[in-house]
């Protein structure tokens, strides 16, 4: 028995040791490329493309769980060309942090990303968010409507769902347990899953063949941001129960674009009644399209966001454009 315990405390702390290393390794090949913000509770990670005086409003780009900036990042750079793109770690993400693990809602991540973008001068942007972003524009644009002139949601989480977030979800989130798996078994497990689980999220349409290496999903299986997604995740559902009745409150334009066959964000669960509900709403469902629609229909997503920013125009441009000459 002794024996026995003493093995399993040695593969404990061998495997703690590689999860180190491996930690190490990969932020070695992931490395930052944009500034930190300061925000209440958070250090966020934020990356600017294109000229930063463009003329119209800004994107902010938000991802979604299991994620980071970088997959985002692809759709940024193609609108970047002539407009300022604002792409953000959300907090606990990618080389984003939170001083507290539990602030994993969208209400509170809202207000955390709301500060930054004060901070960066975007005081009223075109939000463009996938998957589990999509819960957190909407809130950000039902208790800060005067900074969201437009929503461009992709595949949204919206609405509540039959289930869970998933078992591993919830034990990853446990105390105690969650972090001394998130420190042994997390990043070896992870590595050999990494392909096969971003393939499950693009199905049926193919993964890019550099995807998992271009995003750095691998920065996913550091065991502080793997403890951090799972919250995320566990409490999710809870957090679109208290926000959806609101949803008719959203008085800013919304696109929504979802594919008619994505397993991972039930696209009739969410999308349709959201476009249902939401006054000013557009749905575009992709048919024989998954859950990664801002890759597998870039032009179409990146067409509807142009569209969007054409159509609206800041409040102090309008002014200039129609006020006398001598004014």
């Excluded at 984003?96 to 994993?104: C, E, I, P």
């Excluded at 939000?127 to 589990?132: D, G, K, M, N």
Aim: aromatic share 4%; hydrophobic share 50%; proline share 7%.
């Amino acid at each position: 028995m002794l024996t026995a315990i003493i093995a399993l405390v040695a593969a404990g702390l061998a495997l703690a040791l590689a999860t180190q290393l491996g930690v190490q390794l990969i932020q070695r090949a992931c490395r930052p490329q944009g500034r930190m913000i300061e925000a209440a509770g958070a250090r966020l990670h934020v990356v600017e493309l294109g000229p930063r005086d463009a003329a119209g409003l800004p994107i902010v780009m938000l991802h979604g769980a299991s994620s980071n900036l970088r997959a985002m990042q692809p759709l940024g750079v193609e609108l970047a060309k002539t407009r300022r793109v604002i792409l953000i770690d959300r907090p606990g993400h990618g080389w984003s942090t939170r001083k507290r693990v539990a602030d994993s809602t969208p209400v509170v991540q809202g207000e955390m990303i709301v500060e930054a973008l004060t901070k960066i001068g975007a005081d009223r942007a075109i939000v463009v968010a996938h998957s589990w972003a999509g819960a957190l524009a909407l809130r950000i644009a039902l208790d800060h409507p005067d900074r969201v002139a437009g929503l461009v949601l992709l595949a949204p989480v919206a609405y509540p769902w039959r289930g869970g977030a998933g078992r591993y979800n919830d034990v990853i989130s446990t105390p105690l347990i969650g972090p001394l798996l998130a420190h042994t078994i997390t990043l070896p497990f992870g590595l050999l899953v990494a392909n096969s689980g971003a393939r499950g999220v693009f199905a049926p349409q193919p993964m890019p063949a550099d995807f998992v290496r271009d995003s750095e999903t691998l920065l996913l299986l550091r065991p502080r941001e793997f403890i951090a997604n799972a919250r995320d995740l566990a409490t999710l559902k809870a957090a679109v129960v208290e926000q959806a009745p609101r949803y008719a409150e959203i008085k800013a334009p919304v696109t929504i674009i979802s594919g008619d066959v994505d397993k991972t964000v039930s696209t009739g669960i969410h999308s349709r009644p959201l476009a249902a509900t939401a006054p000013n709403a557009k749905l575009i469902v992709l048919p024989g399209v998954g859950h990664m629609v801002q890759y597998v229909a870039s032009d179409l997503v990146a067409s509807e966001i142009e569209a969007m920013a054409d159509r609206l125009v800041q409040p102090t441009a309008t002014m200039d454009k129609t006020a006398p000459a001598n004014l």
